[in-house]
């Protein structure tokens, strides 16, 4: 097949045009990201200012420094509606009630048997019915001895869901390890430090399972469609 020199010139140019036109659209995408970026770091830098960043001791003197068991209907507020941040994790345990958790400016429900997680940095507030029982457990980091499991916790990890709803038999058998958890600390004999280290292991070794058991088959938006919401919920909470 032969091609004349006015072919060739047009299939030149259009090969050009279309190199060129997909240089423009990444020069786009990148004033695009970096407006973005921007806009997000402002939004952050005001964010921050304004939420304070709690610790342990500010919110109860705890046995164990590094690890706490609250029961919600005695020592917890079922009002928290300033937002705020933590530098430790915390997991809340539903047992009955209602209400509204409200996590990085998204509203979840609150119903019975749900478990919410929350990473440190994260900001979360609720406004929970009197009436609601259950648990809210405190850890650091640093209090895990196997540190290679905390990179292995889904429920933690930055744009996957911040709960789980649980049967009840799974809810009994995560209130029985509770219990023993608050006992443990209440008694402080030998070796309890040692003990509560693997007593919380098994509990979030267990929730971590629940939790890829009741997401792993569902729908869940790929890592940067979630950045994506959640820096238009952030933007729409900053300046609305």
């Not at 079922?78 to 509203?107: E, M, P, R, T, W």
Request: aromatic share 12%; net charge positive.
């Amino acid at each position: 097949m032969h091609y004349n020199l006015f072919q060739i010139n047009s299939y030149k140019k259009n090969k050009s045009c279309s190199v060129l036109n997909k240089i423009k659209d990444a020069y786009k995408v990148i004033i695009l990201i970096t407006l973005y970026s921007c806009i997000l770091f402002d939004v952050m830098k005001k964010t921050n200012k304004a939420i304070p960043l709690l610790k342990i001791e500010d919110i109860i003197e705890p046995d164990f420094s590094e690890l706490v068991v609250l029961k919600q209907q005695e020592k917890g507020k079922n009002k928290l509606l300033n937002s705020h941040k933590h530098d430790f994790y915390l997991v809340l345990f539903i047992a009955s009630g209602s209400g509204i958790h409200n996590i990085d400016a998204k509203d979840y429900k609150v119903t019975d048997r749900r478990v919410f997680f929350v990473a440190p940095g994260q900001t979360h507030s609720w406004n929970m019915d009197e009436q609601t029982l259950g648990y809210q457990l405190f850890f650091k980091a640093n209090f895990i001895t196997n540190h290679v499991l905390m990179s292995e916790w889904p429920m933690f990890k930055q744009g996957n869901f911040p709960y789980i709803d649980v049967s009840v038999v799974q809810y009994e058998l995560i209130f029985n390890e509770i219990n023993q958890l608050q006992q443990e600390i209440e008694n402080k004999e030998a070796y309890s430090t040692r003990i509560l280290n693997h007593r919380l292991t098994i509990i979030l070794t267990l929730l971590s399972r629940w939790y890829h058991n009741q997401w792993t088959n569902h729908d869940i938006l790929s890592a940067p469609h979630r950045l994506i919401e959640r820096f238009k919920t952030l933007l729409e909470s900053s300046y609305h």
